[in-house]
């Protein structure tokens, strides 16, 4: 396949958070165009294609695909919903672009993998940290051999939890915060040291914010080996106050590097104002209002990168194959904290989905 001559034509599935997210990077790419949305929710639906100005809107996703127009579908729904959702677009011979997790299980993404092959469909896969403009320059510093021999690298993800009711039930998300946010530090380890193969990982999780609402763990820590000597730490939370945190640490030799994934300003106001950051819930007294949040998490660079894929039949640096082994690095994650002990991976599981092999 040559290169299209044609701006690329998205549909969205979901008009909810990240769906939003999806059309104002889409919106920045100049290649890319938002056709149509697709959302069981009829009244978000209506708000969120007049708010962007979406020309055509379904309730069944499947109406949507029928459109010929449309290249690459953008998936932005419960988890549970990915793996029926790409095999479908794959069958109408959509590109698609999957949110995280890939899907619930590992024999799912097997099949998301190969279907997408079957059909001659890109499978590509979000993960905005490997986008975001400090941790770019976090990734040169460590490739770059100035901060001499790396040994040890942490990524951390937290906030109080998820905004929407259906991140608590176990069956939907797969699992509690490591299956929502254990995978972007995962993945984002994993893409800081080019995909070094993973030897074993020890994880330990527990619930003690939202007990009452779901069976999921809220917190987790957890050690990777990779091959090669360097030891990475993901600490993941949806029980810490204060809004959302994201930041990673680089340790060498020679050197170290600490990046706080954005920056903001140090505020003071006795009136308070309408937004700081995501999931911060409060303006009055000191606070650090972000700007340009999702430039800074990679959105539309993420975005532009894969319109590029699809326009000049590239292959994304993030797929489908990424999701399935950061997939598995979250079964051995909750094996691990089950068992006490480091799991080695390659690591192979039929569970429907990864907290099965933690509270089962
Ligand atoms: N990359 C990130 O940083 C990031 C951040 C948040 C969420 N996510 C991922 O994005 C996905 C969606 O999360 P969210 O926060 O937007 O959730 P959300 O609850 O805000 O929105 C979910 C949307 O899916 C729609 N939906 C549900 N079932 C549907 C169906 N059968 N057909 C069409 N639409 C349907 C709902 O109507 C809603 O609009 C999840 O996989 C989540 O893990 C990723």
């Given at each position: 396949m040559k290169t299209l001559n044609k701006k690329i034509k998205v549909g969205i599935v979901g008009s909810g958070f990240i769906s939003g997210i999806h059309v104002r990077s889409l919106k920045s790419v100049s290649d890319a165009e938002v056709m149509a949305c697709s959302s069981i929710d009829e009244e978000g639906l209506k708000k969120f294609t007049k708010k962007y100005e979406i020309p055509y809107s379904f309730i069944d996703y499947r109406k949507m695909l029928e459109m010929d127009e449309i290249d690459v579908v953008c998936l932005g729904v419960p988890n549970n919903l990915h793996l029926q959702m790409t095999l479908d677009c794959a069958t109408a011979g959509k590109h698609i672009i999957c949110e995280k997790p890939l899907c619930n299980n590992l024999r799912d993404a097997d099949s998301m993998i190969n279907t997408c092959k079957e059909a001659g469909v890109k499978l590509m896969y979000v993960e905005q940290c490997c986008f975001a403009p400090k941790y770019i320059k976090l990734k040169e510093l460590y490739q770059s051999g100035?901060?001499?021999?790396?040994y040890f690298i942490k990524h951390s993800q937290k906030h109080?939890?998820?905004?929407?009711?259906?991140?608590?039930d176990v069956e939907k998300v797969g699992g509690g915060v490591v299956m929502d946010m254990g995978c972007h530090t995962f993945g984002f380890l994993r893409w800081l040291t080019d995909n070094a193969e993973v030897e074993d990982i020890y994880s330990e999780m527990g619930t003690y914010m939202h007990k009452d609402k779901t069976r999921g763990e809220d917190t987790a820590i957890t050690i990777i080996k990779f091959k090669g000597g360097v030891t990475g730490v993901s600490e993941v939370s949806w029980a810490k106050k204060g809004g959302y945190d994201d930041r990673a640490e680089v340790y060498g030799l020679k050197g170290i590097s600490f990046a706080d994934m954005s920056s903001s300003l140090r505020t003071y106001s006795e009136i308070g104002f309408e937004y700081v950051s995501e999931k911060a819930p409060i303006s009055l007294g000191w606070s650090y209002p972000i700007f340009e949040e999702e430039w800074q998490s990679g959105f539309p660079q993420m975005f532009s990168h894969f319109i590029d894929c699809v326009k000049n039949n590239k292959i994304p640096i993030i797929t489908g194959e990424d999701g399935k082994a950061i997939l598995e690095m979250v079964f051995a994650a909750y094996k691990s904290a089950k068992e006490g002990k480091k799991v080695k991976l390659p690591f192979k599981s039929y569970a429907a989905k990864p907290i099965d092999l933690w509270i089962s």
């Open positions: 100035s901060l001499g021999k790396i109080d939890g998820p905004h929407s009711t259906w991140f608590w």
